[in-house]
């Protein structure tokens, strides 16, 4: 049976809520409404759709397989519908849009703000929702509608997302200051065979932290990792306080005064590449202004796409 005017939004919601909580009296509470009410609601949407949602027992609630369908569908129709929702009230108030964004720390160096302030010279009601994120998080983000765009550090893209490089960075080391090896004395990572290393955490960036491990152990080192983080700041203050030494992007050197010093790796071929990733079926307006923004930006005769 397809869906008619018989059923409404209230009866997708209610299901969605029951099928949420697994609990009548939770959902009902929840949902403000009495418990046969809900019910009722439910049992009419199965019966317009001449199809069971739910297996009732004296004990607990459980999906049918269309009913687990059916929820992650309804799921997606429902903040659609709030986005859109929340995008109208944008308009009726001035603002004219909005973008969500999730970005790697060093994207805030350099790329973003740059990126922002040509795309408010024609859009400067649009407002922006800016988190830090590590790279699966901003998948998730965007593959659940959470996020319109991210910039992530990712060698590759299989979950259909659209995927732009925007910066393709070097590494370089982070000692501390008054380390012996300097960049006039620095020969090769092999005279750092017998530091502790302080990295990024695998879990924000997995290409970025292979890349490391691949840098060192192409010098046959057996790195002794003594501290992992997703943060540039903690990384930097525990090689300031001898704790050890670091391999991070060069960019990340922009915006922070602490007590180190960076040699860039030059001589090596990895290099890191950050990339703006959005859905192919995101339809928020301001996300299509602003990939012309990037690609307005990259094709300026003093800056590179690679």
């Known amino acids: 049976m397809l869906m008619n005017d018989q059923i409404e939004l209230r009866h997708l919601r209610y299901f969605f809520v029951v099928a949420d909580e697994l609990h009548f009296r939770r959902a009902a509470e929840r949902l403000f409404i009495s418990q046969p009410g809900l019910s009722r609601q439910v049992r009419q949407l199965e019966e317009r759709?001449?199809?069971?949602?739910l297996i009732r027992t004296n004990r607990k609630v459980r999906l049918t397989p269309a009913g687990t369908y059916l929820k992650g569908e309804i799921?997606?129709?429902?903040k659609r519908l709030n986005s859109s929702l929340q995008h109208a009230r944008e308009v009726h108030e001035g603002q004219e849009g909005r973008l969500n964004f999730g970005y790697v720390g060093s994207?805030?160096?350099n790329i973003i703000p740059e990126l922002l302030l040509r795309f408010r010279?024609?859009?400067?009601?649009v407002i922006y929702g800016l988190e830090a994120m590590s790279n699966q998080g901003q998948i998730e983000g965007l593959l659940s509608r959470d996020l319109d765009i991210g910039f992530v550090r990712l060698d590759d893209n299989d979950h259909e997302l659209v995927s732009?490089?925007?910066?393709?960075?070097?590494?370089?080391?982070?000692?501390?200051?008054?380390?012996?090896?300097?960049?006039?004395?620095y020969e090769g990572i092999h005279q750092f065979a017998d530091e502790n290393f302080i990295l990024f955490d695998?879990?924000?960036s997995l290409p970025h932290y292979n890349k490391v491990i691949k840098i060192l152990t192409d010098a046959d080192i057996v790195p002794k990792i003594t501290h992992r983080t997703v943060h540039a700041t903690t990384i930097y203050r525990l090689v300031e306080n001898n704790f050890g030494i670091s391999i991070v992007p060069t960019s990340l050197k922009i915006g922070y005064k602490?007590?180190?010093?960076?040699?860039?790796?030059?001589?090596?071929?990895q290099r890191t590449t950050l990339s703006a990733v959005w859905r192919p079926d995101n339809e928020n307006p301001a996300l299509e202004n602003f990939v012309k923004t990037i690609l307005l930006y990259f094709s300026n005769e003093n800056t590179r796409l690679l």
């Open 202 to 204: 695998s879990h924000f």
């Open 75 to 78: 799921g997606d129709l429902l």
């Open 107 to 109: 994207a805030m160096q």
């Open 121 to 125: 010279q024609d859009n400067p009601k």
């Open 258 to 269: 602490m007590n180190v010093k960076f040699i860039e790796l030059n001589n090596i071929p």
């Open 49 to 53: 759709l001449g199809y069971p949602l």
């Open 164 to 185: 732009l490089p925007v910066f393709v960075d070097t590494f370089s080391l982070v000692l501390p200051a008054d380390h012996p090896i300097s960049a006039e004395n």
